[in-house]
């Protein structure tokens, strides 16, 4: 039996001795007795003994209460091996040694550690931990670690908002190492557990506190920066996961997030800082199955305009390949009269490109139609509306798209004409200048001289004339709207037929615009 050894070294390990040097020399001492009982184990009948609970509660804390020892750096100048850098070559090689059966008994202790010594709020110690941990044990063992993370965090589940995050924050750090797919059976696991604490911080954001029957008080800021954590999470375990399984994992979790009306609590706090959570891909088709798009668009016709904006930064996230989304801030800024200032990054567009326009283009046609005819839309919504066009534009156009694009922003000029009275004074200006942006960059990146000059002229007479019909006078803090819209007729108007002659004679196939736009309510979307 090992365990005078266990215990002896580990005392040794937390030597106090008052002459530092002596100390440094103790502490070294009982880190290589360690390391030697670990090595004599392996070759041993006595193997398993060492992997006992007993026995791992001993070294492990040991060796952290090493780890993180600020004053063991060594002396000045000397090149000899430190506590902490022998500590984590002892630390990694224990982990490298430990097969399936004996990782919970390994990690376990380091979780007790963090807690008993409140490191999870420090983050940085933590995540150190979880590094080494990763990094160390054998790969097909590292969903173990994940699984024992997420244990931890549903334990600590009426802790405070710092220690969640503390947690979280490694589980992130610790998806971002594990091998690409390989969370294997954990997969629902992680989004269940990151979910449910989602909404448990939502509501210990309402409430102030984290247990009603103790004085565990949390605040707003930080729940939120809880909440950001799991989002940023969220999207990190979704990274770590093949293209085709992303969707369905997106799938799942648009069933499992509540929205208002069902669970009133959760709605603001998300959407809008969902951009955290960034999914590449580079296969449309495999990106958003039908199975996942019809779903998601259904979202774009809910009353609350938190969850629209939502659904509209996930597709912009899903559509963005190549980063763009940021250079396209008209909002901020008048209509650009030369868009090769933006730099876009623009790929030619693949097969698959083209097949997923084709199935699904009239589909987010349709959708973004309606989202602008939603009166609670504001000009965040119209940001993400342009931005979402634009990308459409740059990523996904081959001739065909482009015509049918071109047709629903004069489709969306028509709706600011029709005078609906869902509309306020305010959403049809922000239509009109929607569009009036939209086709002054759609009509350079088609690069036809006539139909850019068309647009420019239209732009430049309202700029004289109706100002409130683009974006530098409607997408500000105080918007100048017009006290009517009985001027906008004429000049100041985009032509149709004028952008289909001139786009007739550059030889684009221009039918589809010569028909009216129409979007189509089905029963699916009735009965969303």
């Known amino acids: 039996s090992y365990d005078f050894f266990v215990s002896r070294f580990s005392e040794m390990c937390h030597s106090s001795y008052e002459d530092p040097d002596v100390r440094t020399k103790i502490r070294m001492a009982g880190i290589r007795g360690l390391q030697g009982v670990v090595r004599k184990t392996v070759r041993d009948e006595l193997q398993a003994n060492i992997w006992e609970r007993q026995h791992m509660d001993k070294i492990v804390p040991s060796l952290l209460f090493n780890l993180q020892d600020p004053t063991d750096s060594g002396s000045p100048g000397c090149e000899k091996e430190s506590p902490a850098e022998l500590t984590e070559r002892c630390f990694r090689e224990l982990l490298g040694r430990a097969a399936y059966g004996n990782i919970k008994n390994a990690i376990k202790p380091v979780l007790m550690h963090l807690d008993n010594h409140s490191l999870w709020e420090g983050k940085s110690f933590a995540v150190r931990c979880f590094k080494i941990i990763m990094y160390s044990i054998q790969s097909q063992h590292s969903h173990l670690v994940i699984q024992q993370l997420l244990g931890h965090l549903d334990a600590n589940s009426k802790s405070s908002a710092t220690v969640r995050a503390g947690i979280v924050e490694v589980l992130s750090e610790a998806a971002v190492i594990e091998a690409s797919g390989s969370v294997g059976p954990t997969v629902l696991e992680v989004f269940n557990t990151l979910l449910k604490q989602l909404r448990l911080s939502v509501d210990y954001e309402l409430t102030g506190s984290c247990d009603p029957y103790s004085?565990?008080?949390?605040t707003t800021d930080q729940e939120r920066q809880l909440q950001e954590a799991v989002i940023?999470?969220?999207g990190s375990f979704a990274n770590t996961l093949p293209i085709y399984?992303?969707?369905?994992?997106?799938?799942?979790?648009?069933?499992?997030?509540p929205v208002p009306g069902i669970y009133p609590a959760l709605g603001s706090p998300i959407a809008g800082r969902v951009e955290v959570s960034q999914f590449r891909n580079s296969n449309m088709l495999a990106a958003l199955p039908s199975s996942f798009l019809e779903p998601l668009l259904s979202f774009t016709l809910m009353e609350d305009p938190e969850i629209r904006l939502l659904v509209l930064s996930i597709l912009i996230s899903l559509?963005?390949?190549?980063?763009?989304?940021?250079?396209?801030?008209?909002?901020r800024s008048v209509i650009l009269s030369d868009i090769s200032v933006l730099k876009l990054k623009v790929d030619k567009c693949s097969r698959q490109d083209n097949l997923f326009m084709k199935k699904h283009g009239q589909r987010l046609y349709r959708h973004i139609f309606l989202t602008c005819s939603e009166e609670n839309s504001g000009r965040s919504h119209y940001q993400a509306l342009y931005t979402l066009l634009a990308l459409l534009s740059v990523e996904l156009a081959n001739e065909e798209v482009v015509v049918d694009l071109i047709r629903l922003a004069l489709a969306l000029q028509d709706l600011a004409l029709a005078n609906d009275e869902r509309l306020s004074l305010y959403n049809r200006c922000a239509v009109h200048a929607l569009s009036a942006a939209y086709l002054s960059l759609i009509s350079q990146l088609t690069t036809v001289p006539a139909f850019c000059q068309h647009i420019q002229e239209v732009i430049e007479l309202r700029q004289k004339e109706v100002p409130y019909l683009l974006p530098e006078d409607i997408f500000i803090e105080n918007p100048r709207v017009p006290e009517s819209l009985e001027r906008v007729e004429g000049e100041v108007l985009f032509q149709q037929f004028q952008i289909a002659e001139v786009l007739g004679g550059s030889g684009y196939n221009i039918d589809i615009l010569n028909t009216p736009f129409t979007p189509q309510i089905t029963a699916f979307h009735c009965f969303c």
């Open 215 to 218: 004085n565990n008080m949390t």
């Open 232 to 234: 940023k999470t969220i």
């Open 245 to 257: 399984q992303r969707a369905e994992v997106m799938l799942f979790i648009m069933g499992k997030i």
């Open 319 to 331: 559509i963005d390949r190549h980063q763009n989304t940021h250079k396209f801030t008209f909002l």
